[in-house]
């Protein structure tokens, strides 16, 4: 089985390029199959069975939808198995960025919009510094200039990483991805890791505190100011 | 990378058709046209060159480089790409001056600082309202946005190709834009519906059905024919101007086209 985490920020195209690669894989008789994870609602697993490609959809409700995805992967191969895929795709809700939920066997592929501004690639963290792909979508709708800025700023981030330009619309630079694709190692689950650890996210939010004041507040705490500290037991 | 000539191995139409052209040659220098009606495949000749494609898209065209086939490496590595591209459709979206832009952009491509003056004097050599390094890029019209765009590509980008989408109702000096980045040593292909473009180039293909139908030298009569099309739309230009600075034409003078 090989594995594939898609993620990237809302509206930038995942689908849209998915949808192209995975199509190029079918032509090929390669067999894929996509979980789509969402917050509380998609219709995106319509567009792929559209394609003829088994679909899943996962709705990570009131659960962090990244978590969500690592804690079901187990299940997730499994029903890709049952499938006879050879290819399981995990198309990510793409919230916060905070968190890249690549793991170390899979292929991480970030897809990130070149009209967002010059600046995203610095701002995005792990999501993209720890993916083997970066994808840039849009790209038709800038300049010439800013399109090689960003490309530059994605290498600044992330030097390792493969750069494709593709286009959702025409499915130009997608078989680029599909290639990639056939191309990623086998996992296996056997000690699969996260890349990255996720932000220490144990807080008073997190089981339902909704006052705002800071008095309210424990877990790891930093103010503004950059002064950080431990609230609690 | 130096470019000599790309070369164009046709592939297949929308129905599945050999395409009648079956090879193009294009040279370093050389300004070529490429026309067609809606729908008739233009923009995907311009995708295969912008991907150097190697009978993998669907068209199956292959492109070579200096008549050699291109590594992969050359053609997917983003940092040695040979293809820039200028469209209608593009806008500067970055929230900077255009000197701050225009330094970063030297800096990404490792050229020198001193490219940024450059770049803006010939900008303003193409369109009628001038650019200041301390503009807001996101506020320039459209005009002066296409004439920074040209001068970028031509001077700061080395992407010996350039691949032009239909920049037609840009308000800059078309002719000109295009003798700037042939100038440059570069291999510049247009897709257009304009007479002032397609008939300052030396040759165009005419697409159809998807495929590449016909090359058609530009003749004599057409490159003086097209001095005179310029002319005229120097003089459209200059009425733009005016009308712009809230003069009224009451009456133009035909002579002064110098046709």
Known sequence: MKMVIVAGTPGSGKTAVLIHALRNLKQRNLNSAVVKIDCLFTDDGKKFEKIGIPTKVGLAMDMCPDHFAIYNIEDMIDWADENDSEYLIIETAGLCHRCAPYTVNSLGVCVIDATSGPNTPLKVGPFLSTADIAVITKGDMISQAEREIFRERILEVNPHCKVIEANGLSGQGCIELAEEIIKSPEVSLEDEKLRHSAPLAVCTLCVGETKVNKKYHRGILRRIDGFQTYEGE | ?259
């Open chain 2, 1 to 259: 990378m130096i470019i000599d000539s790309i070369t164009i191995i046709g592939g297949y139409n929308k129905k599945d058709e050999k395409e009648p052209v079956e090879k193009i040659d294009i040279n370093r220098g050389e300004i070529f046209g490429v026309v067609g009606a809606t729908g008739s495949g233009k923009s995907s000749l311009i995708g295969d060159i912008e991907q150097l494609s190697q009978a993998d898209t669907f068209s199956k065209r292959k492109i070579l480089v200096n008549g050699e086939e291109p590594s992969y490496e050359d053609r997917t590595n983003p940092r040695k790409k040979m293809v820039a591209q200028l469209s209608q459709n593009m806008n500067f979206l970055a929230d900077m001056s255009v000197g701050d832009f225009l330094s970063l952009h030297a800096k990404c491509r490792g050229a020198s600082d001193k490219c940024v003056n450059a770049v803006i004097n010939l900008a303003n050599t193409l369109t009628g309202e001038p650019i200041k390094k301390d503009h807001e890029l996101t506020i320039l019209s459209g005009g002066q946005s296409r004439a920074l765009m040209v001068a970028d590509v031509a001077i700061i980008s080395d992407s010996p190709i350039v691949l032009i989408d239909e920049i037609e109702n840009a308000g800059i000096r078309k002719h000109d834009a295009l003798k700037v980045l042939s100038g440059h040593g570069k291999i510049v292909m247009v897709v257009t519906h304009d007479p002032v473009l397609a008939l300052m180039t030396d040759r165009r293909v005419v697409m159809k059905n998807g495929g590449m139908d016909k090359v058609v030298g530009t003749s004599e009569a057409e490159k003086s024919l097209s001095k005179k099309l310029n002319k005229i739309d120097e003089f459209m230009l200059s009425l733009r101007d005016k009308v712009r600075h809230g003069e009224v034409i009451e009456d133009v003078e035909m002579g002064d086209i110098g046709l």
